[in-house]
């Protein structure tokens, strides 16, 4: 048995020697396409697989085709099908993991994303590299949950913060980057500031299909360990009267779960809405009347709109025994109930004006740097490193 396992471990370690030889020897070859020249207006752009349109680097297309300020998009998919198929004005698509991929990132001036770009390449000190992230830390991340590749992270030309704790806790602690950070609130969450938030919120509306009259609540767990969901731990039609009793009028319940599960849950068979396929999820937050979630960072992205935010923490005890929480849920703001009869509950004796003031008081206390204006401070960021739109460009 003894002479088993020691060939187990003598094979594990010869793997992650290969593993480390194959991304040394990309990183030697992707050095090839240095030859080429930094493209001053191309912006490579990835959002988590690139399968979905949306995030921070939507909302930067967004702001770049409202200002007319005419730069060359380009997004970069795992999924070389949806390179194919995948449709947005203004926007290229290219499978990362392709020469065509490489030579895209290589030759972009800026690159903006919101997971750690490949590790596998070299990238050019003179290239813009901007970490969005994908949300406030409510849960623990970086090297709390793991083992991280601070070269990935140092590559990073300049991190997006939205919250001084983010900034101390996540950026500095957790990832221990040393680099620039943009202190500026995150991109996608400037719709919820803009005048633009009512006229999503119709547009969303008839998307769905849903009356304009009714209102809506949107659940939005994240996912667990295991990857596993049931539509049983959440009572939609309970949850439907509880509102209509303390907000009135009629309500839809959407859920939208994170891709990771989303095809294990089928919400319509509860009496509720799914719009998991919905690609911009900040635009449902502008429909949103009400959230219900759990220890999803788009809580904090939501109570920027003052709206009621609920935790249905059905799991607190195991999550946080698998989870680390950088802030306590006893320290959220949001009334927090674990069983359907409990939320019913918090529903019922909600106080607005408490809440509003409980909501503001965190948002203070941990530096929140949301205001509306972080596409405008990315722009103005990457044309102060030396990019330039389409017209100005050398």
Request: hydrophobic share 40%; aromatic share 14%.
């Amino acid at each position: 048995m003894r002479c088993y396992w020691e060939k187990v471990m003598c094979y594990m370690k010869i793997k992650e020697l290969v593993k480390d030889f194959s991304k040394e020897l990309a990183r030697l070859s992707s050095r090839l396409f240095w030859v080429f020249k930094l493209d001053k207006s191309k912006v490579f752009l990835m959002n988590f697989d690139g399968t979905i349109i949306g995030h921070d680097a939507k909302a930067i297309v967004d702001y770049c085709h409202d200002k007319g300020i005419d730069m060359d998009f380009v997004w970069g998919t795992k999924d070389k099908e949806y390179a194919k198929t995948m449709k947005y004005d203004g926007v290229r698509f290219v499978p990362v993991d392709s020469l065509r991929g490489w030579y895209e990132m290589l030759t972009a001036k800026t690159l903006l994303y919101n997971i750690n770009p490949p590790s596998y390449l070299s990238f050019r000190k003179d290239q813009i590299l901007i970490n969005t992230w994908h949300g406030f830390i409510f849960k623990a991340v970086g090297k709390y949950i793991g083992k991280i590749d601070r070269r990935q992270f140092n590559t990073t030309t300049c991190f997006i913060s939205d919250a001084a704790f983010f900034t101390s806790k996540a950026i500095r602690d957790a990832f221990e980057y040393e680099g620039e950070v943009l202190e500026c609130g995150t991109p996608r969450t400037d719709i919820l500031f803009s005048d633009k938030r009512d006229s999503c919120a119709v547009m969303v509306k008839k998307k769905l299909g849903v009356s304009s009259e009714k209102k809506l609540a949107l659940y939005a767990p994240t996912f667990r360990d295991d990857f596993e969901y049931s539509e049983s731990y959440l009572d939609v039609m309970r949850l439907r009267q509880s509102l209509s009793a303390r907000f009135g009028g009629e309500w839809e319940v959407l859920l939208k779960v994170h891709p990771m599960i989303a095809k294990k849950y089928s919400s319509e068979e509860n009496g509720g809405i799914d719009v998991s396929w919905y690609e911009d999820t900040q635009e449902l937050l502008c429909a949103s009347d009400v959230m219900v979630t759990d220890y999803s960072s788009i809580s904090w992205e939501f109570a920027l709109l003052k709206r009621p935010v609920f935790i249905y923490a059905y799991d607190a005890e195991e999550y946080e025994a698998s989870r680390t929480l950088f802030v306590p849920m006893e320290q959220w703001p949001f009334p927090i109930a674990v069983s359907n009869a409990e939320l019913e509950k918090r529903v019922a004796e909600f106080d607005e004006g408490a809440y509003v003031r409980r909501v503001e008081a965190f948002q203070k206390e941990k530096g929140c740097f949301d205001c509306g204006r972080a596409c405008q401070t990315v722009i103005r960021y990457i044309f102060s490193k030396g990019a330039k739109p389409l017209r100005d460009a050398e």
